[in-house]
C-alpha cells in the first residue's frame, strides 16, 4: 500500500546561493507573492497536489534550502530524499551564477541520479540585469541542463518550469514501471520457456 502512495509523490528540492528561492516556492504553493518574504533559515517544506497530463493527481513536495554556508551542508542533506532539483541563480547578481557549478557538484556528488533544471531569477528586473539571456543559455547548454528564466514577483514561468521537472520525473516513473513490468514478464517467458523444453526432452 505504502509503494502505490509513494508514486504518487515527487519530491524536489531548490538551491543557489541566490536570493529569492521562498518568493519562487510561494508563488508557485500558493500563487502569490510578497515584498517582505522571511529568509529561510535551514529547510522548509512546500505540498501542493497538481494534476499531470493524463489527468492523474501527484503530491508534490518542494523543499526550500537556506545558502548561508553555516547551514549549507544541511541544506544539502535533502539531496538523498528528492528526485528532482532547482539550482537557482540571479540575473542581476553575476556572483550567483558562479556559484553554481560548486551546487552542482555537490548536489551530483550527494545523488547521481536527481534530475536538475537551472533558472535564472528575476528576469523581470531588465535595467539591473548583469547576465545576459544568451550568457544563462550558453551556460546552461554547457551544463547540458534545461534552463527557465523566471520570476516570482511577475510569476514568469514558474508553473511552466516546476510543471517541466515534476512531469519530467512522473514519465521516469512510470518509464521505470514499467521496464520493471517488461523485465519480470521477460523473466517469466524465459522460465515457462525452459519449463516447456525440459517437460519435453524429459518426454
Known amino acids: 500500500m505504502s509503494n502505490k502512495i509513494e508514486r504518487k509523490v515527487i519530491k524536489l528540492a531548490i538551491f543557489g546561493d ?39 493527481e501527484i503530491q508534490l513536495i518542494l523543499f ?17 530524499k528528492v528526485q528532482g532539483a532547482f539550482v537557482c541563480f540571479n540575473l542581476t547578481r553575476r556572483q550567483t ?14 545523488n547521481k541520479n536527481i534530475e536538475i533544471v537551472l533558472l535564472g531569477n528575476k528576469c523581470d528586473m531588465n ?6 539571456i544568451e550568457e544563462a543559455e550558453k551556460f546552461a547548454e554547457k551544463c547540458s541542463l534545461p534552463y527557465f528564466e523566471t520570476s ?25 514501471k514499467k521496464n520493471i513490468y517488461a523485465n519480470k514478464l521477460s523473466k517469466f517467458h524465459k522460465t515457462f520457456s525452459s519449463f516447456k523444453l525440459s517437460k519435453f526432452q524429459n518426454y
Do not use: H
Request: aromatic fraction near 10%; include cysteine.
Open 18 to 56: 541566490a536570493p529569492g528561492k521562498t518568493s519562487i516556492c510561494n508563488t508557485f504553493i500558493y500563487n502569490q507573492y510578497n515584498e517582505r518574504t522571511i529568509t529561510t533559515i535551514g529547510l522548509e517544506k512546500f505540498e501542493k497536489k497538481i494534476k499531470m497530463k493524463d489527468g492523474k
Open 64 to 80: 526550500d534550502t537556506d545558502s548561508s554556508y553555516r547551514f549549507r551542508s544541511r541544506s544539502l542533506s535533502i539531496c538523498n
Open 97 to 110: 551564477l558562479e556559484g553554481i557549478n560548486l551546487w552542482l557538484e555537490e548536489i551530483k556528488n550527494l
Open 127 to 132: 535595467d539591473e540585469r548583469e547576465i545576459t
Open 152 to 176: 516570482a514577483k511577475k510569476n514568469i514561468n514558474i508553473n511552466e518550469a516546476v510543471f517541466f521537472l515534476a512531469s519530467l520525473l512522473y514519465e521516469k516513473k512510470i518509464f521505470a
